[in-house]
């Protein structure tokens, strides 16, 4: 079922159509990374956030919490990190 999802996804996004006929491609670089796309970037990362359980009592993090340990087999891995995103994020 997700691997229709995500074919079902690429295909309306037009990955699989010549670059001329995909609206997507004509959208110019300067329209990209501009403060209202991070704004709703931010929005939409703030809204996407979910927590899925509570072991050991860990929650809720103490106010000025400084930093946050990722740990696994993939936590140095960037293309994981980053969701798959193709793209160079912006950096402040």
Avoid: C, W
């Avoid at 670059?19 to 300067?30: D, G, H, K, W």
């Avoid at 990722?70 to 160079?88: C, F, M, S």
């Amino acid at each position: 079922m997700a691997v229709r999802r995500l074919m079902t996804a690429r295909f309306r996004l037009g990955m699989f159509d010549p670059a001329e006929s995909v609206p997507y491609a004509r959208i110019p670089f300067q329209a990209n990374d501009t403060p209202e796309h991070r704004a709703l970037a931010l929005d939409v990362a703030r809204e996407s956030i979910v927590l899925l359980r509570n072991a050991g009592n860990a929650l809720p993090l103490k106010k000025g919490l400084g930093s946050i340990a990722v740990i696994g087999p993939a936590a140095d891995d960037l293309d994981v990190l980053l969701g798959n995103y193709n793209g160079t994020p912006h950096i402040r």
